[in-house]
């Protein structure tokens, strides 16, 4: 367990061996917070193309990009919906998972390291928080000790946590380490949801059917491919007529609509430079979130996907 879904990806990169220099290949589409360590660690990101049916990473443009010289692969679950890792050729390429949007989902924990996230908005909460999954004992074992400043606490334990022996130490920090764990506050917060997340999973799925179900037949809009997906974010396409412009009509009939997430590469901080991705740049216009969270009822759903026909059938 850590204090935040990016303190996991901090430890995956440095499990994974990423080093100043090193080149890593990642998805354009995804919560920054998916590269900002890598920033911290001065690797070189490889931004990849998506999906157009998906937005999820592009498992051939991954494969065209992989060189001696990727250290590392990193695959985002957006909005849930489980990327393909098994298309990715990585070979000996450690592969990283953010499922910071994905818990709940079937197919996650393919990769060498997942990474969950328990922040306030997600659908298991612990109020802030993530989790890291490990494949092998030495890497649990590391990325305990550097959660909390690289001291190993079972050693201290042994030593009946005393930090001198005669005038000398009992352990020792061989690397720098982090303050990333989470408080025993969080873990009471995150069992009391853990009670409820069933419950509130199941309710997303019925409202994404009601959404599928209602936009299905309205040719100005195309929805994503279906798959295993824990349903945090309703993403669709608008692909004939302003996505802008339909926003602006849902939010004079009351409805919130967002993007969630921007390509990263036109950020300052990761280049500034629109880059030659022809799904993503076909894309960046059309892509759009709908309402979804416990506090939306299946008649608002309804509500939506009526407001968005009448925007159709008003520019006929």
Not at 113 to 137: N, P, R, W
């Amino acid at each position: 367990m850590t204090n935040s879904g990016t303190a996991a990806l901090h430890l995956a990169y440095i499990l994974a061996g990423i080093k100043k220099g090193d080149e890593v290949i990642s998805t354009v589409l995804t919560c920054t917070a998916t590269h900002h360590p890598l920033l911290w660690m001065k690797a070189k990101i490889r931004f990849a193309d998506i999906e157009p049916d998906t937005l999820n990473i592009d498992p051939k443009d991954v494969n065209k990009k992989i060189t001696k010289k990727t250290k590392a692969i990193i695959v985002t679950h957006l909005g849930g919906l489980i990327a393909n890792v098994s298309r990715i050729n990585n070979s000996n390429v450690p592969v990283v998972e953010d499922a910071c949007q994905a818990l709940g989902a079937k197919g996650v924990g393919k990769a060498d390291y997942t990474c969950f996230s328990f922040q306030a908005i997600k659908g298991l909460t612990t109020g802030d928080g993530g989790m890291l999954v490990v494949k092998t004992k030495e890497d649990y074992k590391r990325a305990k000790k550097l959660r909390w400043f690289a001291i190993d606490r079972e050693q201290k334990i042994k030593q009946k946590w005393q930090a001198w022996n005669r005038r000398g130490i009992t352990f020792d920090q061989t690397e720098p380490g982090y303050k990333y764990q989470p408080t025993d506050i969080d873990a009471a917060i995150g069992l009391a949801n853990l009670k409820i997340f069933d419950k509130y999973q199941n309710y997303r799925k019925k409202l994404v059917r009601i959404y599928r179900d209602k936009l299905r037949n309205i040719s100005g809009v195309k929805l994503l491919k279906e798959g295993n997906s824990a349903n945090w974010l309703f993403m669709i396409k608008v692909i004939k007529g302003d996505r802008d412009g339909l926003a602006d009509h849902l939010l004079k009939k009351g409805v919130e609509t967002n993007v969630a997430h921007i390509r990263n590469d036109i950020f300052t901080a990761f280049g500034g430079k629109r880059q030659h991705l022809s799904n993503m740049n076909k894309i960046e216009m059309q892509y759009i979130c709908l309402p979804l969270n416990p506090k939306v009822s299946e008649e608002n759903v309804k509500y939506i996907c009526k407001a968005i026909r009448e925007y159709y059938q008003s520019k006929k």
